[in-house]
Structures are given as C-alpha cells and as structure tokens.
C-alpha cells in the first residue's frame, strides 16, 4: 500500500476555519468522527513551452513512459477489485481507457513532433478534449471531462515524479478539491473514515464508489480544502451533507451516540442490507420503497432498496400547504433522485382529490373517491401539471426518473398526458435546457378499467405499477377509509387477484416491467403469490425492506409459480389466504 504514486500532496497547516459548520451534497449516507487528512492538488497549469526539435524524441519517450508508470498503478488497482464487482471494475476502467486512448496519444504525440514540451503537448490536448464535454446537458458526458482532468494531472504529475503515500490516509477524513476514482479504491483499503470534496456531482464515479464502499461522504463543499486544516476534528454527516468543524464535547457526543446507534442497527439486519433480493432459485425481485419524504429515500438505501416504485407527489404539498412551484419541486425530486442515483425513482403525478389534497377542488362532491382527482385533475389544470412535468423533467438529467400517472382509466387520458409531457419537452428543449429525453412514462393499474383493459393501456406506455389501495376499493366497492366496510375491503378477494393477473399478462405480453406498490406488496402472505404471479418488482414502505427481502430470499420461484396457478382457481379469500399463511 504505501508509496503509490497519486495525484495528491500534504497541505501545509496555514488555515482559517478554527469552528463552525460547512454543508455540501450528501453523497453517501453514514457518519464519521475524526482528524482531517487535507489533500490538495498542486498548481500544475502548463506554461505552453516549445523545445528545440531535437529534443523530440526524448519528449515522447517521457511520454511514454509516464502512460506506462500510469497503466501499472491504475491496472494494479483494476486488477484488485475486478473479482469484488463489475460496476466498479467499469468505472476504473474508463480510466484505463483514457490512459490507452490511441487518438489522444497521437495528438498529443504530433504536437511535440510540431515542437511543443511533453507537459505542454498532454496540456493542451486533454484540454482541448475536454472542452468538447465540459458543457454537455449529460451530466456523464461532463463526468468524462473530470475524468479526463484527473488523468491530465496524473500524468503531469508523473513525468514531475511526485508522488502520495495512501496510507497518510488510514482512519482519517479525506478532504480534497477533488478525487479519482483510483483513489477512493486506495483510500477504502486504508480506511479511511469519510471523504469531503469540493467537487463532483452525485453521479460522479467518486460519489457512486463512496456509497458502493459504504464510506460516509459530503462533495460540494466550497473552499473546503482550504478552509479545513489537516488534524482538525470533524463530525461528518453523510446522511444531511452537514460538516461540523472543531464540534463542542456535546456534539461529539451526540455524534458518537447516532453513529454507534446506526453500527448497532447495521450488524442486527447484517448481510441482508448488500444481499439481493432474489429467490432461493435466483428470481430477482426489484425491491423498490414508497416514499413521501426525503428522509424515506434515505432510510430505504441504507436498507438496501433498489431506488423508489412510488414517490407520492402529493406528499409535499400536504407537507408545505400548498402547492410548490417548480423549483420547489425541482430541489425535491433531484434530492430525492441523487440520494438513490444510480438506482431509479419512480416519481408519480399528483394524485390530488379524494382523501388526499383536496384545497383547490371547485366543488363538493358527494363521492370524491369516484371524482375530481388523480389524471382528471391534472389533465383540466394543465398549468399545474405542466410545472410538475417540467420540474420532473429537469430532475431527471442523471436518467434515474420515472413518471407516473394516477388514476388511469382509459386510453385517451394516457394520450392526453403524453402529449402535455412532449409539450413540455419541446419547451425546455427549446430553452436549451437538459432532462432525460427517454424518461420512461408509465401508468397506476388502479381502477378496475385500466386492468380490464391493460392489453390497450401497455402499447401506450413503458410501464405498469399496480395500486392495489384503490384497486381493491374500486373493485369491491369499498371505500379504502370507511372502517364500517374494512371487512369488504379484501385486496385477497379473487376478484382483485383477477384483476392483478389481467393486468400483469397484458404488461408481459406487450414487454413492459410491473410493479405492485400498493400495502398488498407488503404482506407477509402476498409475497410468493405476487412473485408466482409474475409481478417483478414490489415496491414497499422503507421500514419493511429487510424484512421484505428476508421473506424474498426463502421463497422458491418455481413453487411460486405452482401456489400462484392454485390460488387463483379459489373462490374466496379465506381459502387463499389459509393456503399461502400455511406456506
Ligand atoms: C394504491 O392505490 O395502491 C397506491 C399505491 O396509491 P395511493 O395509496 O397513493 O392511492
Ligand atoms: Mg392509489
């Protein structure tokens, strides 16, 4: 481990911040208490310099040789975690990539033909790469220009032979301008305890390994690198993005006590957190959460979910009393999606009317569950739903979002709705600004209407998630809220199960994924026989989600497929019910 060669060098201890607090992006979730390790990179901007042409050669034997320097560290580091994971093998791989690219190397090799220095030729080339990518929309494609930045100074610190001894870093915070991804891979293997950066985005490949390697990080913190001195004490807290510097006894004790707290819960659930949530005989599951707040999303990946089936818009206007315009919304579902990013969040339409938000309805209704609300509301406040579209589609620039539209009943409100989405895209496009312009669209199986008629609904759209609270009010009759008729309401009745098999045949026979995230996904009876029924993801309260996949991983896919069959032939939900609780 110790003397590898990095990017990085000792910052001396001439500092400011002597207390307070700082606050960045939280990148990945956890907390950390210790001595700062400042890492700085140092001022290597390349003076253009020409040489004497008969200096040529030597200069592309420098070259050469500093590609070859860094295609043995970075491929010593590559070859150590290619048997722990191919996502992480993929992202040091791009680097490798970049260090080998032929294109670059010849240019860089035909400006020193033309005369430039060595340092000069890679300076001027990477960067002229660089710019191709440092303003994309993509935020991967302005990834690559980091990237690209990274590998520049790699390789001009190399021919400077200047050189970072890793294991500086053991059980300390890491707070630097900026990392590679070579070095987070460096930095777990000597523990270090939290990473604070001044840049990168949460899809960076720094922010994606931080959370991959379960080290707590905050990226975006202005300054940070110098406003931090090495050895001061730093609480970090990677589930808010919060940073206290030089902290009062009674924080640190706090601290400690959160941090042990959340040891403690991790050992109880032990494995289960990284498992995947697939049968014995390996089915996979996606195991998504429902969330109505930020905080859901963060407890749902700490538990290992895989992203979110079900944000409920409504939600934040219940919390804010009132509607929140767009760039209310934009900060909620881009915090939201960034907390779970790379996994994807299924971000739902308003559902506004019936028991939920009903401010702004224009009349009393005698049966609101059967009125003004869910995609009839949107689709007569157009404004409204516009903005929501247009914050959603902002959001989605990391390609991590879905859409979803409520209360479906037939074809032409799904039209109607796809239309106001390509309106909004043309508008943003239009103002140049960037979404995800394949940002899947799909629809809640809700009503009895959508599932008898999923076969029509499933060529319109990318998507079905099955709401069977509403489903099962609608198709009984039964007001989900009335505990007078709480024994009616049976998402178990056969007539319910029908129409959950309905709909997810006509979603297999058109290729497209369902889900269940209605409170069915959640009990302990349902599992085995949504999963025999051919429901591939369930998307649950964060809470259950350990419990969800301990339940998952017992369950036998083949014979889930025979209980399902049986199941379905039965003619009242006590029978069903007796058979899959003996399961
Ligand atoms: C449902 O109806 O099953 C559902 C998930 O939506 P909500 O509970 O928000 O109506
Ligand atoms: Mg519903």
């Known amino acids: 481990m110790d003397g590898r060669t990095g990017e990085v060098s000792l910052k001396s201890n001439t500092n400011k911040l002597e207390q307070g607090n700082l606050k960045g992006i939280p990148a990945s979730a956890g907390i950390a208490i210790g001595q700062a390790l400042v890492i700085e990179p140092e001022n290597i901007i390349s003076p253009v310099m020409m040489i004497d042409k008969s200096y040529t050669n030597e200069e592309i034997e420098k070259l050469k040789s500093a590609i070859a320097n860094l295609n043995e560290e970075f491929s010593e580091v590559f070859d150590r975690v290619q048997q722990e994971s191919s996502n992480i093998s993929a992202i040091l791989e791009t680097n490798l990539l970049i260090i080998n690219d032929p294109i670059l190397y010849k240019s860089i090799e035909d400006k020193i033909t033309e005369g430039y220095t060595v340092e000069s030729a890679i300076s001027m080339e990477f960067d002229r790469q660089k710019n191709f990518f440092k303003y994309s929309k993509d935020e991967i494609l302005r990834e690559r220009a980091v990237e690209l930045e990274h590998i520049k100074k790699r390789m001009l610190q190399n021919l400077r032979q200047h050189c970072f001894i890793y294991e500086n870093a053991r059980n300390k915070i890491v707070v630097a301008q900026s990392l590679t991804p070579t070095d987070l891979v460096n930095f777990r293997d000597v523990n270090v305890l939290a990473i604070i950066t001044e840049v990168g985005g949460i899809a960076s490949h720094v922010s994606i390994l931080s959370r991959t390697f379960d080290i707590p990080a905050v990226i975006g913190v202005k300054d940070v690198a110098q406003l931090i001195k090495n050895d001061q004490t730093i609480i970090v807290d990677g589930f808010s993005g919060n940073l206290i510097c030089n902290p009062k006894k009674s924080a640190i004790a706090d601290f400690i006590k959160k941090r042990d707290e959340l040891a403690r819960h991790k050992e109880l659930l032990g494995k289960l957190v990284k498992l995947p949530a697939e049968t014995s005989d390996n089915k996979m599951i996606a195991l998504r959460a429902n969330v109505d707040r930020v905080a859901d999303m963060q407890n749902a990946v700490m538990a290992g979910a895989d992203g979110s089936g079900l944000v409920r818009t409504e939600s934040l206007i219940l919390a804010l009393n009132h509607i929140p315009d767009e760039d209310e919304q934009l900060k909620w579902y881009k915090e939201i999606a960034d907390i779970a990013y790379p996994a994807v969040v299924t971000i739902r339409a308003f559902d506004i009317g019936s028991d939920k938000y009903t401010e702004g309805i224009p009349h009393h209704e005698d049966n609101p569950a059967l009125g003004f609300r869910g995609i009839r509301y949107l689709l007569s406040r157009t404004n409204l739903f516009k903005t929501q579209i247009k914050a959603v589609l902002k959001a989605s620039v990391n390609k991590n979002l879905k859409f979803m539209l409520p209360m479906i009943t037939n074809q ?172």
């Open 412 to 583: 032409k409100e799904v039209i109607s709705a796809k239309s106001i989405i390509e309106e909004c895209k043309a508008e943003l496009r239009n103002e140049g600004i960037g979404f995800d312009k394949n940002i899947p669209i799909g629809i809640m199986i809700e009503t009895p209407g959508a599932a008898l008629t999923a076969h029509q609904l499933a060529p319109l759209v990318d998507f079905f998630s099955i709401g069977t609270n509403d489903l099962t009010q609608y198709t009984l009759a039964s007001d989900r809220t009335n505990e007078l008729v709480s024994d009616v309401y049976d998402a178990f009745h056969p007539a319910v199960l029908r129409l959950v098999k309905f709909a997810v045949d006509a979603a297999n026979a058109n290729n497209i994924p369902i889900g269940l995230c209605g409170e069915l996904a959640s009990h302990s009876a349902a599992t085995v026989l949504l999963i025999g029924m051919g429901v591939s993801e369930l998307s649950v309260a964060p809470s259950v989600i350990l419990e969800m996949k301990d339940r998952i991983r017992k369950i036998n896919y083949q014979d889930s497929l025979k209980i399902a069959e049986s199941v379905l032939e039965m003619n009242n939900s006590s029978d069903i019910l007796s058979v899959l609780e003996n399961d």
